[in-house]
């Protein structure tokens, strides 16, 4: 290894330490250097909420749309974050109807292409639901509280 | 300071063998090249500005969010260069298209909403080989130059074939320390000694997950406080302590299959989707000591073979 080899890898192997541990120490995130979060939080309440889209059929049933097939690529940790961001940004009411008009298109796009078996869409709304966290999970389709965001038709 | 000098150049450029950083070039990116097959990135094309949330990298760099088609050409020659990659057909620059558009791609869905951490090990450890001459060995690349007679098929143990291996290692090193020290700098030892990770293991099953929690195994360790508290004992001791497995072997017996084993449980237990991150435990596997041994077993079935063919004619001619 050429002497001015060394110090190009040593410097990278440096960038990655220092990268890391910068993000440690200020416990900030710089993509892909991270402080990972993840589950970090201690969980205290037995309840949490949380937001998640239905969809509505031409009769008037609602469904959630609570599996990763209905919203790809979102997935089900990462729209309702998206969303949530999005309600708590600016002018929240005209973006998350946009947002939700883009959801509803992709879920038609993929009922299209057969890659989920949902029925078409009269309706796609936008709920925060709040559940208390039960033992065995039971009640994962009868939250406690369900509040209405949203609504958007095709 | 020389003395410190001297160990990092021992723990970095100590010689090692070419084939063993090409095994785990071939590993990893024939696993990930399958992994991806299937994965369509394309879609992240279609959604509009009220989606996009730039994380650090884009907003610095001013990388676009290409449309639909501009995403599918992109993929498509990220998939070619870590198939190209694994099999060592343009072996380096091969692994640099790999790293430059992979590190678009794997970032991109973060600019949506939520940073996920799944994937920084494998840009970490893409960066790492493209920088390499991974494709020193096992490789076509490899075959090719030998066939020519251009060189050895053999090349000599070299620090090149330590670094990248060890970049790895690092890198997994700091996620698992970082993850650790997180929770405790978030929650001290509360995260142990309270139900945090029970009503976690619970709130998983209500479908809030990038992944659905592969069995309801969670809803029993959390019944049951001890063995949620033991879980998560076990997880910030794994996570906090990894560093030593860089420096001892012993800890790196215990840890490096323990972390990989916090890994499975989380998928299982909870959901999140860590199989790429798993990919990237090929780096810690002594493959020159693996093929040495598979190679000795080989050689003493035949040794075996011949022993009983030659008793067999001995007998045949008495």
């Known amino acids: 290894m050429s002497p001015g080899r060394r110090t190009v890898v040593n410097l990278v192997l440096i960038a990655l330490i220092a990268g890391s541990a910068y993000d440690i120490v200020r416990d900030q995130e710089h993509w892909p250097f991270s402080q990972y979060p993840m589950f970090s939080g201690v969980w205290r309440s037995p309840s949490f909420s949380w937001l998640r889209l239905f969809g509505v059929t031409a009769d008037g049933r609602e469904f959630p749309l609570d599996a990763n097939r209905f919203i790809a690529p979102f997935d089900q940790s990462r729209l309702p974050k998206a969303l949530r961001r999005i309600l708590d940004g600016r002018d929240p009411d005209t973006r998350v109807r946009q947002a939700l008009a883009e959801c509803l298109a992709r879920y038609e796009e993929l009922r299209l292409q057969d890659r989920h078996e949902g029925p078409r869409l009269a309706a796609l709304r936008l709920y925060e639901l709040e559940w208390t966290i039960d033992p065995e999970a039971a009640n994962v389709d009868r939250p406690d509280r369900r509040s209405f965001i949203a609504e958007v038709q095709p | ?318």
């Open chain 2, 1 to 318: 300071m020389r003395e410190i000098v001297r160990r990092w150049d021992r723990f970095w450029f100590a010689p090692a063998p070419a084939s063993t950083l090409g095994t785990c070039r071939l590993l990893f990116f024939g696993s990930l090249f399958l992994w991806q097959w299937q994965h369509d990135f394309s879609a992240w094309g279609r959604f509009s500005s009220v989606f996009w949330m730039p994380i650090w990298l884009f907003e610095t760099a001013h990388v676009p969010q290409l449309s639909v088609p501009a995403i599918a050409v992109v993929q498509a020659l990220w998939k070619a260069s870590l198939l190209m990659s694994a099999i060592g057909l343009f072996t380096r620059s091969a692994m640099a298209v790999a790293f430059v558009l992979g590190t678009y791609l794997l970032g991109l869905p973060h600019n949506f909403g939520q940073t996920q951490h799944f994937d920084t090990l494998v840009v970490f450890a893409t960066g790492a080989l493209a920088l390499s001459r991974a494709g020193d060995a096992c490789s076509l690349d490899a075959l090719i130059a030998a066939a020519s007679g251009r060189s050895s098929s053999d090349p000599p143990d070299d620090g090149e074939y330590r670094w990248p291996i060890r970049f790895v290692w690092v890198a997994m090193a700091l996620i698992f320390c970082a993850a650790g020290i997180s929770k405790l700098r978030h929650s001290g030892l509360e995260w142990i000694a309270s139900d945090s990770l029970a009503l976690l293991l619970l709130r998983q099953q209500y479908h809030i997950s990038d992944g659905e929690p592969l069995t309801r195994w969670g809803i029993l360790a959390a019944r049951h406080g001890a063995v949620a508290r033991t879980l998560a004992l076990m997880s910030v001791s794994i996570e906090t302590l990894f560093p030593l497995a860089l420096v001892s072997r012993r800890a790196r017996v215990l840890l490096v299959p323990a972390g990989l084993a916090m890994l499975v449980g989380i998928r299982v237990l909870m959901g999140p989707t860590f199989e790429q991150f798993m990919m990237c435990y090929v780096f810690w596997v002594p493959w020159e000591r693996v093929t040495a041994a598979l190679r000795g077993r080989i050689a003493a079935n035949k040794d075996v073979q011949a022993h009983d063919e030659g008793h067999e004619i001995a007998k045949a001619r008495s």
